[in-house]
């Protein structure tokens, strides 16, 4: 039986018409760094002009089958992470959305090992044919370690008891091996619940974030926004959990936020290289028709004409 739920874009004219705007180049290019079911690609191709183009990342190779069936001219697929946008030209960007994240489709589907709902192999690469899957890395990884990940990407209390009951598991009867069998042993550590989230819901995000270097990805194509980016260039960040969100915040807010000479203060502030231009949630009916929308928060900047 299918279980795969139909894929529904979260924020999709929302984000769109942010990454867009007023943008009149005719030979304008976007970045759309997380292709996944390509619906913000498609809708961003009904609204950019004939010269424009569109260039996309996604690590998954799925993403890359469905975007096979986009037969634009005007758009391309590389596949990777969206931190590979740096080695775009500099200032030749009109605008970048990152959404981030795992895709519904990839949470639904048991053999990628994202989601305790499924029995599946413990794997959860965006890419499964590149680096350790989450299975690999718990067989060797000592408890310290273990603990660091899931305390630091999960905000998981719990981090030290999980991390040993993970370690005792392998030393009596071998590695962990699926998300079954892992979600149970997280269930039996974790004293206490949150009402309506599963024990096991923060050491999952954990270890996906950090066996695809999510964070640090995510870190190092801000960054490189800020070099690609033209002039009146938009950056749209599509976040879901507050780890992500913090991060999008945090660095818009420190290259928007003018800056004054302490030592001369009737001096002309420092012109800064962005422009915050506001936070959007889900509507209530987005929400409602999308519970997994629920948690999304979009944050838009714009690149103004200073040096970064």
């Known amino acids: 039986m299918d279980q795969q739920q139909p894929h529904t874009t979260v924020l999709l004219e929302e984000a769109v018409a942010a990454l867009v705007g007023d943008v009149h180049a005719p030979d304008a290019l976007f970045v759309d760094g997380t292709f996944g079911r390509g619906g913000h690609s498609r809708r961003i191709l009904g609204r950019i002009g004939p010269g424009a183009r569109l260039v ?10 469905h975007a096979a069936r986009i037969t634009d001219a005007r758009f391309s697929i590389r596949q990777g992470s969206f931190v590979q946008l740096g080695e775009l030209a500099g200032a030749s960007v009109a605008g970048i959305l990152l959404d981030l994240g795992v895709s519904s489709p990839q949470i639904d589907a048991p053999e990628r090992g ?5 029995d599946g192999p413990l794997d959860m690469r965006m890419d499964p044919a590149r680096g350790e899957s989450v299975g690999q890395w718990l067989a060797h990884a000592d408890a310290s370690a273990i603990t660091e990940v899931i305390r630091d990407y999960g905000e998981e209390r719990f981090a030290g008891a999980i991390a040993k009951a993970i370690v005792a598991r392998r030393e009596k009867q071998g590695p962990v091996q699926t ?10 550590a974790v004293r206490t619940r949150e009402r309506g989230q599963n024990p096991a819901t923060r050491t999952f995000q954990a270890l996906r974030i950090f066996i695809n270097a999510e964070l640090e990805d995510l870190r190092a194509a ?3 926004s800020l070099r690609v980016l033209a002039p009146c260039g938009r950056l749209v960040v599509i976040s879901f959990h507050s780890l992500e ?3 999008v915040k945090q660095f818009i807010a420190r290259h928007s936020r003018e800056e004054v000479d302490r030592h001369a203060p009737f001096a002309v502030p420092r012109a800064m290289p962005l422009k915050a231009l506001g936070r959007v949630k889900p509507g209530a009916a987005e929400q409602a028709a999308n519970p997994r929308s629920r948690s999304a928060v979009m944050r838009v900047a714009e690149r103004t004409g200073a040096a970064a």
Do not use: Q
């Open 56 to 65: 996309a990342f996604d690590k998954d190779p799925e993403a890359l089958t």
């Open 179 to 188: 998300t079954a069998e892992l979600a149970h042993l997280v269930a039996g």
């Open 245 to 247: 969100d913090r991060i």
């Open 222 to 224: 801000l960054e490189a």
């Open 114 to 118: 994202f989601s305790f709902r499924f």
